[in-house]
């Protein structure tokens, strides 16, 4: 459960996170950040509240500056998760159409994924409006799959079949991936660098990808089955 807040400047945020920190969901979701003071103070807020440690923040950039500073956000505070990308209120700020190739967006959301990636931390693509457009729905999710984000937000159920098949690794990947870490696992023995899975040369960086898409699946496995199985 996440649960976004009011913006860090208005009085009704401060109410918020006091009524989290003694509640606390899974995350708190901060909108329209624009700089590293501004997760910063709010961590500072948490701590001063009592707040567990494990209480993850998630940051919305869903504006020209937000965008311009995401380096030093996404290094702003250890409780950081997550950044989510605003795409409506950046599309309007940039002055493009918020469509499903998101083509306007592409060295914004690039951005974005590149430096949650070498923060280690998740990036979450931003909302597709339509509702009777299912094509437009699953173009979108492809989108933001191959740009490199882990989900997509969400505004009603009938749009989560196509965005968790979509984020999802399908049955092939998984099994290929199993495959692959268990000839490297009988190749490390050896101190070999390479081996062939699949008619597929596999190296080190092969692995880790097959490694993350096996804890993926496992993790996704465990959801499904309900909070007793994670």
Not at 37 to 53: H, I, K, M, Q, Y
Not at 145 to 171: C, M, W, Y
Request: proline share 4%; charged share 20%; net charge negative.
């Amino acid at each position: 459960v996440v649960v976004r807040v009011n913006r860090l400047e208005t009085q009704c945020c401060e109410e918020d996170l006091t009524a989290l920190a003694s509640n606390p969901p899974d995350a708190i979701l901060l909108p329209k950040v624009e700089s590293a003071d501004e997760l910063f103070t709010a961590t500072v807020t948490l701590n001063a509240l009592g707040a567990p440690s494990d209480l993850a923040v998630w940051a919305m950039i869903e504006t020209p500056l937000g965008i311009q500073h995401i380096e030093e956000i996404v290094t702003a505070t250890p409780r950081l998760a997550c950044v989510v990308a605003g795409t409506a209120d950046l599309a309007s700020a940039l002055r493009i159409t918020h469509s499903s190739t998101q083509l306007g967006l592409q060295y914004a959301l690039s951005r974005l994924v590149l430096a949650a990636r070498a923060s280690h931390i998740n990036a979450i693509d931003g909302v597709f409006f339509n509702l009777q457009d299912s094509n437009g729905l699953r173009h979108s999710c492809e989108t933001g799959r191959q740009l490199g984000f882990d989900g997509k937000s969400l505004i009603h159920p009938s749009q989560i079949e196509t965005a968790n098949t979509v984020f999802s690794p399908d049955p092939e990947s998984i099994a290929h991936a199993r495959k692959v870490v268990a000839a490297w696992s009988e190749l490390d023995a050896h101190k070999q660098g390479v081996l062939v899975v699949d008619d597929q040369l596999i190296e080190a960086l092969h692995v880790r990808d097959a490694e993350r898409l096996v804890e993926l699946s496992a993790a996704i496995n465990a959801m499904d089955q309900g909070p007793s199985a994670i």
